[in-house]
């Protein structure tokens, strides 16, 4: 399939310990995003790569959130010291550099936190 | 600064009924607006999207005209399907082509 894959689709995690999400952008692709979707709330913005320019973080809500993006392809979102309320689905996006506004978003890892 | 307010839901509709989800919108100058929608299961994708006011998008019956004198992006349809059933999200490009997304509508259409 061409589409943008994340794995794992759900993980369930203890309060403290570290979570790794992985996102496999389209083929091609240049840009890379991750949002955060709370249960009741819209798509809060995380963080957003673009080909080798030093990524947007304004997003992070804190600095247990990091992310890297590997040979502008696959993208690591790192949550450190998981709390409740980063229970959420985790979101991953990505857009050609021919048509940036069209967002292609993958299924989402649904992160609980017990 | 820029953001989009839509429609509370949840929306429980007959099917063949008429569709409006509402969506406004405060931004600098004259951006595009997006409608996505998220399908029980999947991610979202793009439905539809306007770049320039009083243009229309339109997509699988589902149509939204940008109005800049009321900055608002509505959506409608004019008859809904039990395949329709999805939550909606109106969006309004950021820098960076990030997005600001409204909160999602949740569409259950009932045959």
């Known amino acids: 399939g061409a589409g943008v894959s994340q794995s794992p689709s759900n993980k369930v995690t203890e309060k403290g310990k570290d979570v790794e999400l992985r996102c496999d952008p389209i083929s091609g692709h240049t840009a890379l995003y991750w949002y955060r979707q709370s249960l009741g709330q819209g798509l809060e913005f995380l963080i957003y790569?673009?080909?080798?320019?030093?990524?947007?973080k304004s997003g992070l809500p804190s600095d247990r959130f990091s992310a890297e993006r590997t040979g502008g392809s696959v993208s690591t979102l790192t949550i450190q010291r998981t709390q409740q309320e980063d229970s959420a689905v985790y979101l991953c996006?990505?857009?050609?550099?021919?048509?940036?506004?069209?967002?292609?978003f993958g299924p989402g890892t649904r992160l609980l936190v017990l | 600064g820029d953001s989009v307010t839509q429609m509370e839901g949840p929306v429980t509709l007959s099917e063949e009924a008429f569709l409006t989800i509402n969506c406004t919108y405060t931004?600098?100058?004259?951006?595009?607006l997006f409608w996505y929608v998220q399908y029980p299961g999947e991610g979202l994708q793009l439905l539809l999207k306007?770049?320039?006011?009083?243009d229309k998008g339109s997509n699988k019956g589902f149509e939204a005209t940008y109005r800049k004198e009321t900055t608002s992006f509505h959506l409608e349809k004019g008859s809904v399907q039990v395949s329709d059933s999805a939550v909606y999200f109106c969006?309004?490009?950021?820098?960076?082509?990030?997005?600001?997304f409204g909160t999602g509508t949740s569409l259950t259409v009932i045959p």
């Open positions: 931004a600098t100058g004259y951006p595009s």
């Open positions: 306007a770049t320039k006011a009083d």
């Open positions: 790569f673009q080909g080798n320019s030093a990524p947007d």
């Open positions: 996006a990505s857009s050609s550099s021919r048509n940036q506004e069209t967002q292609y």
């Open positions: 969006a309004l490009p950021r820098t960076g082509n990030q997005f600001y």
